[in-house]
């Protein structure tokens, strides 16, 4: 059976765009068609300046949106990377496989170098060896595909170029993982600066529609749009961002082409009006659900501790048989 292995990075409140950008689909069906791994990857959130109780805090609300948004403890794994060893132990072999240069190209990793030294920090190591625990996170569970967004993919080819080398080098060890988007765009922007991903660590929230927004902060956040100029409702990535990031959002909420949804309308504010209405009903089963989760917290622990020992039994027996192949030996 395909092995599907994706994560979420708790370092800010999960949004709109990672819902219908992934978590959507991991829901509805990677978790039924394929024998899937979800994991809050709380260790990759250690690598720009952190607060401890912060990082907790949303450590445990995306384990408990993504029970909210429907992954189901019966139907996949849902854990929480630093409650599993291997992650860190497979990641210390990766190091020793990839390149300092390979490590210094990744444009996640220019791109925060430079953020976190504008705010007047230091970069951390971790931040270029990131790479290396993601490629762990991936390769300890023999994983085929990784569904993520286009700027994880850089980090993805990464990780099968170090399976190939290691596999070379040391023995066929690890199955060579693959980066899967979704085939329906649903690549949301942010709704002030259409040109840019919505983003759940963006500076300001108000191009960010967030999982927990109240629906009253929705519509407002909707309603107040950047559209562009002109009047007719045309779908044009190109020369309308704006509105045919609406038309997306609506054409995602409803299932419906955003192409054709355009036709449909003869003004921005009937199509902002519509947009919000969709937004607030999708996201409406997901947060009663996840106020009856929050009401429960003996039952998210008992997921995540179940989910961390089987993804335990695993990774365990790949990531011991790198250990061995590597010339380590055996305890
Ligand atoms: N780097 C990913 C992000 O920033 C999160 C992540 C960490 C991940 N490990 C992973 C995604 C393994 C997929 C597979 O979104």
Known sequence: MTRVFSGVKPTGHLTL????????????EDQYRAESLFCVVDLHALTMQHDPARVRR?????ATLLLAAGLDPEQCTVFVQSHVDEHARLSYLMECTATDGEMRRMIQYKEKSVLAKAAGDSVRLSLLTYPAL?????????TD????GEDQTQHVELARDLAVRFNQRYGHTFVVPEATSPAVAARVMDLQDPTAKMGKSHESGAGIVYLLDEPDAVRKKVMRAVTDSGREVAYDRESRPGVANLLDVLGACTGRAPGALAETYESYGALKKDTADAVVELLRPLQERHAELVADPGYLETVLRRGAERAREMARPTVDAAYRAIGLLEP
Do not use: F, H, T
């Open 145 to 148: 595909e990784v569904p993520v």
């Open 134 to 142: 993601m490629a762990a996170d991936i390769l300890a569970y023999a």
């Open 58 to 62: 949303l450590s445990r609300q995306a």
């Open 17 to 28: 765009g990672n819902y219908l950008g992934a978590v959507r689909r991991w829901a509805d």
